[in-house]
């Protein structure tokens, strides 16, 4: 599976590609990293192909500073990537798709934020899932700082606005995901 060609089937905006193509191999990367320090027997080969496509979504959402001139809202990415993904044959690709926001959320979060999503739980469930959330929290995708590696204390810190809760999250992964640090 070529990750990068099913990209490009879905970005007509060369500029847009461009950014997703660079942030999703840095995540990849970065999830590649710690899923090989773990000593866990893991589906690197899942971990990468997901990774790359966590954003394929992006492809139909409103994101003018993204290049991106879809019809969904940008909260919207992780569904629309997963009906994409479902769409091309890729189940558990998809599953990864969808649970990648933020830490996940939760059918609460949805309904006490009134996003416009289903209101079902769409959390990492698993290890696979969760490095590749995790390894997404370190990358943007704005256009001025898509290869800046955010520290630990800056991931944090993004999180805040959600909550407590999310950034418990956060610290419960690191100290299992990145044992050494």
């Not at 995790?134 to 001025?144: C, I, R």
Request: glycine share 8%; aromatic share 6%; hydrophobic share 45%.
């Amino acid at each position: 599976m070529d990750g990068a060609a099913l990209l490009k089937k879905y970005f007509s905006n060369e500029a847009a590609l461009d950014i997703v193509l660079k942030h999703s191999r840095l995540v990849a990367d970065k999830a590649l990293e710690v899923a090989g320090g773990l000593g866990t027997p893991i589906d690197l080969k899942l971990i990468e192909e997901a990774a790359l496509l966590h954003d394929i979504g992006v492809s139909r959402v409103h994101a003018p500073k993204m290049f991106c001139f879809g019809s969904q809202p940008y909260i919207c990415h992780g569904i629309t990537g997963r009906e994409i993904l479902e769409a091309e044959g890729l189940p558990r690709h998809a599953m990864a798709c969808e649970r990648h926001i933020g830490v996940g959320l939760t059918a609460e979060d949805i309904r006490r934020q009134k996003l416009p999503l289903p209101a079902r739980d769409m959390v990492p469930l698993s290890l696979e899932e969760e490095i590749i959330c995790f390894a997404d929290l370190f990358y943007s995708k704005n256009p001025d700082s898509v290869t800046v590696m955010k520290s630990r204390e800056e991931v944090r810190a993004s999180l805040e606005k959600f909550g407590e809760g999310k950034i418990t999250i956060f610290d419960r992964w690191y100290a299992r995901l990145c044992p050494a640090a």
